[in-house]
């Protein structure tokens, strides 16, 4: 009859493991950290100022590397940080708008309509047409003009002015969430 033994521990062979999974997770999180912050990260939409585009609740995921490529474009969808004017009054919290008006734009808004250098533009993401004047205003050289598509319920730079470009975070490139919703931009 042969009676099996159990075999040694190697406490060594342990240690090695415990090593390697330290080493794999830690590389995870700097890769995942690196991602966040250079190349893209979600969003959660917490108003209703780019109704009906985006609803509150929605889940986007904002790339952060175009920008670096060529400038943003009328239509983009941008997340940027507080301008300088809204930091003034304490609000600190990243925002979400599309750009209207990009550098050497003259834009106004007259009887709800928009204007870009005196020609009428058209836009079938706006909620309502603008209760509101505005302008005209030329977009001074690095910066932009950005509204939300819920014209009269954003608060965005007919009433606080225009967006530096370093502010700019990324464009929005995907809704993910909710998923009966998702469509890229």
């Avoid at 809204?86 to 003259?106: Q, Y």
């Avoid at 209760?131 to 932009?144: E, F, L, N, T």
Wanted: glycine share 8%; net charge positive.
């Amino acid at each position: 009859m042969t009676i099996l033994q159990p075999a040694p521990i190697n406490r060594r062979s342990n240690r090695n493991e415990w090593w390697e999974a330290t080493k794999t997770a830690v590389c995870g999180l700097l890769l995942a950290a690196g991602v966040h912050t250079f190349v893209a990260e979600v969003r959660y939409i917490p108003s209703e100022s780019m109704i009906p585009t985006l609803q509150v609740g929605d889940r986007l995921i904002v790339e952060k590397l175009i920008y670096r490529l060529h400038p943003p474009k009328r239509g983009d969808i941008v997340v940027f940080k507080a301008p300088p004017e809204l930091k003034a009054r304490n609000l600190n919290d990243d925002m979400i708008k599309r750009v209207i008006g990009i550098p050497g734009d003259v834009v106004a808004i007259s009887r709800g309509t928009g204007f870009i250098n005196g020609q009428e533009i058209t836009q079938p993401y706006v909620q309502n047409s603008a209760d509101y004047s505005y302008g005209p205003v030329k977009v001074p050289a690095d910066s932009y003009f950005v509204l939300g598509d819920n014209r009269n319920h954003s608060y965005d730079s007919h009433i606080w002015g225009f967006l530096p470009r370093k502010d700019i975070i990324g464009q929005a490139i995907f809704r993910f969430f909710p998923l009966n919703h998702s469509q890229f931009f």
